[in-house]
């Protein structure tokens, strides 16, 4: 079996590992100390700024950080010296990675078996969010976090849903990539009305296709979605031989509106960083939902890409950078072949990093020997 942990480097109160990051540091030291020349990620700067919600492309904050002067500007902090004190400034952030901020999305869903179906409950509430450190917006989520937890089941089994509205706003949920019957797939004034506040929906339908899915709102969901309210739906196949064999399994879940530029609801230096022991064959799923592409570049290893929308590939291929348009899905070994501190980024520069420094969408696969 899998070692399951989709969100990697956590403690169960939402505070980033510290043995991570004493493994990360410890790793970087060794090496520093040992001469190798790593260049570990520029790792500074704060690049989400609040952002209230709704967020919508136009608004000069997410636009200053989309362009990557978001950094001082939109920020207020000031502009980092060149030189030597430029690289003081990338030393400080990079000793902060991870940092620690209050929250924790991806958490295992509970279910229980009811009258023949897989029964889970979603709440959907307006909660704060701590995007990056001291960096509280105002979020919309699915049982208190950002992104949603983590719903798994079976091809072929039958789930049910349970829906219940605490937001000031209607809501619907759609469940994105299943071949679900028409009156379920949650869009509001064309399959159901929209669940008012107060209100609890009942959804079922049958799993499949299986493979790496999505659920999320379907109503006002620039505001919805954009301020966090979706998820994984993760379809195990009938047939686990259809899948390659993997040890880890992780979610990278690409989201650009709720403060800033986000990896699993966080912004660097606050992104969890992904683990691995040498020789240890990790699947990653990733997905995007926000609103703009996002390409995925792992340094120093190798993406086997074998299934997009929960599809498999035709003949899967090798890359390291992985281009994740809005509500794509794309699975991916890597094989830990390689010990180190690999950044792991989106290589659109102005989401990783400005003039003061890396921010939003960077964070680091440590490969342990
Ligand atoms: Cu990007």
Redesign the pocket.
Known sequence: MPEVTATPAREPDGRTDRIARRTLLGVVGAWTAGGLGVALLGLTGRGATAAAIPVPTHDPRLHAILTGAASPAATGTPRPATGAGHDQVHEAVTKAFPAKTQGQGLQALPSSIVNGARQFDLVCEQIKWEVTPGNVVDAYAYNGQVPGPIMRVTEGERVRVRVTNKLDDSTAVHWHGQRVKNEVDGVPFITQPPIKPGETYTYEFTARPFGSHMYHSHHNATAQVGGGMLGPLLVAPKDPGVDPRYDKDELFI?N?SLGG?TINGKGFPATAPYTAKLGQRIRFRFMNEGQ????AHLHGLTLEVFARDGYPLPQPFRCDTLNVAPGERWDAIVVADEPGVWAFH???LG??EGSAGMF??VTALIVSA
């Not at 703009?292 to 390409?295: A, D, F, K, R």
Request: glycine share 8%.
């Open positions: 690409f650009d530029l703009l592409i996002h390409p989106c290589h659109i989401h990783a939003g969408m």
